[in-house]
C-alpha cells in the first residue's frame, strides 16, 4: 500500500480498527473520507447498493477474499482529488 493515503490509513489505524471491531460480527465496509477526517462502518448490502454494477462486482469479489483472508475492506473517499480507492488490511 504504497500511495498517497498510506500515512492516513496508517494515522487513523487505531480509530478504523476500533469501529471495524464495534461492527465485527456484521463484517462491515470500512470508509474513511479525507477532507472530513470521518470514518464509517457500513453494512456490506448497503454499501454495496450505492454502487454501479462494476463496482458491485469488484467489491463483490475484494469483499469475498477479504473475508475468507481475515482482511477488511477499506475504502477512502477523497472528493477533491476525485479518489475513491478501496484496500483489504489484515485484521489484528
Not at 39 to 44: L, Q
Not at 47 to 72: C, G, H, I, K, P
Amino acid at each position: 500500500m504504497a500511495d498517497s493515503y498510506q500515512a492516513l490509513i496508517a494515522e487513523q489505524w487505531p480509530r478504523i480498527a476500533a469501529l471495524y471491531n464495534e461492527h465485527a460480527d456484521k463484517r462491515p465496509v470500512m470508509l474513511i473520507d479525507v477532507e472530513e477526517t470521518a470514518i464509517h462502518a457500513f453494512p456490506y448490502q448497503e454499501f454495496t447498493a450505492l454502487l454501479d454494477a462494476a463496482s458491485q462486482a469488484a467489491l463483490a469479489e475484494q469483499y469475498q477474499r477479504a473475508v475468507a483472508n481475515r482482511q477488511m475492506v477499506l475504502f477512502v473517499r477523497d472528493t477533491q482529488h476525485k479518489i475513491f480507492q478501496s484496500y483489504s488490511l489484515a485484521l489484528d
